[in-house]
């Protein structure tokens, strides 16, 4: 298996604009978490999806992101409008349920800049 | 709530000097407890892992940690660095459920060649 795959790797857009961060998890796996890191913050957990449903998603924070998984395959963090302060690095990971099974994988990240 | 603390934001070290990264979480449950360290421009990986069992737990590149139930503690050791070994490095902790990772707010560790 090829990993966690995520794209763009770089984003470069202009205050105000939509961004679409992408997904592709590890097939099999039935957990994707998608996580932000800055300076400031380390690393946060935004939301976490089991089985393509949302299950915890208080660490988005606000309406401006929102995040869907239509199917076991993909998954996609929109940021709408974006603004300067969600400059970060944006990583996805999955894992595989089950007891012992915890351990996840993580993508190579976004690098997202908003200016 | 849950939270992992690391106490070392920044380590500075020479080639060849020994390294413990301090760990420590809050929740009194049943824990698994990870190692990730990041390398420059890349993404997490994976260093070791604690489930159960011998609490010296040994990863990959000559690192280990030790679970300590009692001081609720999880440190990160190598008895000797290598330049290769700058990186950061978060701890974190998955009480079971869910899956979800709660990590610490990592270490910068500088090996000066």
């Known amino acids: 298996d090829a990993g966690v795959i995520q794209s763009p790797r770089h984003e470069v857009t202009e205050m105000g604009q939509e961004v679409t961060l992408r997904c592709k998890p590890i097939s099999g796996h039935d957990y994707l978490f998608w996580y932000r890191q800055t300076m400031m913050r380390g690393l946060e957990l935004l939301i976490y999806f089991n089985n393509n449903v949302p299950i915890d998603d208080s660490g988005m924070p606000e309406d401006r992101f929102s995040a869907k998984m239509p199917n076991a395959s993909f998954s996609t963090l929109k940021i709408q409008p974006s603004e300067p302060r969600d400059s970060a690095v944006y990583f996805c990971a999955s894992s595989l349920a089950g007891v012992g099974n915890t351990e996840a994988f993580f993508g190579q990240g976004t690098r997202l800049t908003v200016v | 709530a849950q939270s992992v603390s690391q106490h070392n934001h920044h380590v500075i070290l020479s080639e060849a000097a020994s390294l413990e990264l301090g760990c420590n979480y809050s929740?009194?449950?049943?824990?698994?407890l990870f190692w990730y360290v990041q390398y420059p421009g890349q993404h997490l990986q994976l260093l070791l892992k604690y489930f159960s069992g011998d609490p010296l737990v040994k990863g990959i590149k000559g690192f280990e940690a030790e679970f300590i139930k009692s001081k609720f503690s999880f440190n990160l050791r190598k008895p000797s660095v290598q330049w290769s070994d700058t990186a950061e490095y978060f701890c974190a902790v998955n009480k079971g459920a869910g899956n979800m990772l709660t990590f610490g707010g990592g270490t910068r560790l500088m090996v000066k060649p």
């Open positions: 929740y009194g449950g049943t824990v698994n």
